[in-house]
């Protein structure tokens, strides 16, 4: 045969072999080990400790229920429902303690993320209403006039004619 087939079959051998090299290398040993031997996915026996030891930023919408009770139930029998409380209020990762107060973030950026139109209707986020920002009430923050944990009623918060 000529050459012009054994230099880039040279090459892509040179290629593999400085591939598995590197993965020899950098891949630790105990990476993808299960009891079964050669297990696919990103675990490594090593660090299991790391993640035990790991503290836990988000607690979930059952944690905040016992001292929450009114807006839990509220939110539950909203649209809202499917929504967890960290995701408006931040994470709960010391809370009660410190922060003796979660910071509500109450811009109008925070319920855009949800209810910004989507053009995705096989998406489960088209199923969230969306709103215009340039059209619904620009420049103030929704919940002057949108109860968040009350959506679905008109509450104290929210004015006639407005449709979120």
Not at 57 to 86: F, G, M, W
């Amino acid at each position: 045969m000529k050459h012009h087939i054994f230099r880039p079959l040279f090459v892509v051998a040179v290629l593999v072999v400085i591939v598995l090299l590197l993965r020899f290398l950098v891949v630790p040993q105990d990476f993808g080990i299960g009891e079964r031997g050669y297990m696919y996915g990103w675990h490594r026996r090593g660090n299991e400790d790391d993640w035990k030891a790991f503290k836990v930023k988000y607690k979930t919408a059952e944690y905040c229920k016992d001292c929450h009770t009114a807006n839990y139930e509220a939110l539950r029998q909203s649209p809202h429902a499917v929504i967890q409380c960290e995701n408006c209020h931040g994470p709960a990762l010391d809370h009660p303690s410190e922060p003796a107060r979660l910071t509500i973030d109450r811009s109008r950026e925070q319920c855009l993320r949800c209810h910004f139109p989507l053009p995705y209707p096989t998406s489960a986020r088209a199923d969230i209403r969306g709103v215009d920002p340039a059209l619904h009430n620009p420049g103030i923050e929704c919940a002057l006039c949108h109860n968040p944990h009350r959506p679905d009623l008109d509450g104290p918060l929210k004015t006639t004619g407005s449709t979120l």
